[in-house]
């Protein structure tokens, strides 16, 4: 049996890709199994920020989507951005079609059980129960596949109470702030678009205070997309090399950027494995933020909705950071910025995306020596297959891991194109560990 540890897209990926005689099952704690947090909205206003064409969930089958919209009588084309609630219901159907059993639970522990599988500690998960008692239980796996997506955010400096939504994601975090008050939402890329987007649409005075240490919004696909660009990446790949290169292919295709970011994409795994230590660090001071704002770039009917929320002054934006965050008597937040400058708001949300540090799970494998750390920090650390390496790191032959969780490996590693490649290539090696007898 091959169990899964998460149930999200990452999770649904890899489920697809098994061969169906394998009994797999699929653990996620919500119990959002095939949808996770980002195709988990109900929000029709909350697309797919990729068109339709670079959207199947086979790797094998680059077409598989666009049948499936076809199928459904969707009315689009692959050049289309759907809504992200019906690229969930596709997810939902692929996920089907696997025959994995789906298990509402938390895996608080991995174990090794001494005969080359795995022990897996079961706590009751939030969308439903393990057993009615409430108790942990174990269950047994010949593999294990880490398929946990995105962590949620850091902490606020000095944020609590029942107006600080901490994850804006979870279940029902956003049930009570459409009343009218404004909001403040700590971040500026693709989670304060989709918040803007809902909060604003839900009550006529919303108004959307957006923070970020610069101010950058995700920016414009372009509508119908431009070629790649012929880039020509130096011999010896250094972050000033690398950087002298991509302004230099840009001049030459006339200040054009978007085929240059996607040209560059394929080779992002490549150039982050080659970067010195220093180098990556430099990259996620300084020009990190500059990158995911031009590499994630939003679908042109969400930016002219963003842009008209600025225009009416219901989405405004400031530079800086909360150094503090303060109740009055009536409930409201004042959030003090690095600059001096006091905000005030009827509710706090983080929306500064994932932390990519170890969560307490993580934690726990790490000081069993099961995992450790990921280059930075970020994440766990694992081979180019996507096997988890051990505290020698030596690889595990049947713990895997793929996602958001390769980040301090992989680098860019939170898109489906990206996910379903791992998702493949870790098939196959468990594939072969299955014939080999593990």
Not at 275 to 284: A, Q, V, Y
């Amino acid at each position: 049996m091959i169990a899964i540890a998460g149930g999200g897209a990452s999770a649904a990926l890899i489920a697809a890709q098994l061969p169906p005689d394998r009994k797999v099952l699929l653990i996620d704690k919500d119990g959002r199994h095939g949808l996770g947090q980002a195709y988990s909205t109900t929000d029709p206003h909350h697309l797919l920020n990729a068109c339709v064409s670079k959207m199947s969930a086979l790797e094998q089958d680059p077409d598989h989507l666009l049948r499936w919209v076809q199928d459904q009588g969707l009315g689009v084309a692959a050049t289309d951005y759907i809504p992200r609630m019906e690229y969930g219901r596709y997810l939902r159907d692929v996920l089907a079609g696997t025959g994995a059993e789906e298990v509402t639970a938390e895996v608080t522990s991995v174990t090794p059980d001494g005969r080359g599988g795995w022990r897996l500690g079961l706590a009751n998960g939030t969308g439903g129960a393990v057993s009615a008692s409430g108790h942990e239980r174990e269950i047994h796996a010949d593999a294990v596949v880490l398929a946990t997506g995105n962590r949620a955010p850091g902490n606020l400096p000095g944020a609590h109470g029942p107006r600080h939504i901490a994850d804006p994601w979870a279940p029902g975090a956003l049930d009570g702030v459409g009343d009218g008050s404004p909001v403040m939402v700590v971040g500026t890329g693709l989670t304060m678009i989709d918040l803007a987007v809902t909060l604003t649409k839900a009550h006529p005075d919303t108004v959307v205070h957006a923070v970020s240490r610069h101010g950058l919004l995700p920016r414009r696909h372009r509508c119908p997309g431009v070629p790649l660009a012929e880039l020509e990446l130096p011999d010896q790949l250094t972050l000033a090399g690398l950087m002298r290169a991509v302004r230099k292919t840009i001049e030459a295709n006339d200040g054009e950027w978007r085929g240059v970011v996607d040209a560059l994409r394929p080779h992002v795994p490549g150039i982050w494995e080659a970067f010195s230590l220093k180098d990556k660090e430099r990259f996620l001071r300084h020009v990190g933020r500059l990158w995911e704002v031009h590499r994630h770039r939003i679908p042109p009917a969400t930016a002219e909705r963003i842009d008209r929320l600025q225009a009416s002054g219901r989405l405004r934006i400031t530079r800086g950071r909360v150094q503090n965050v303060e109740t009055n008597d009536d409930d409201r937040l004042t959030v003090r910025l690095d600059d001096g400058k006091a905000l005030q708001s009827g509710w706090l949300i983080n929306g500064t995306g994932p932390s990519h540090s170890p969560d307490p799970f993580y934690a726990r494998l790490i000081a069993a020596g099961i995992a450790r750390p990921g280059p930075l920090g970020l994440g766990i650390d694992a081979d180019l297959d996507g096997a988890v390496l051990d505290e020698r790191g030596e690889p595990h032959r049947t713990l895997f891991t793929l996602g958001p969780t390769l980040r301090g490996r992989r680098y860019e590693t939170t898109a489906i194109p990206e996910i379903r490649a791992q998702a493949a290539v870790v098939a196959k090696r468990l594939d072969e560990s299955a014939l080999s007898g593990r």
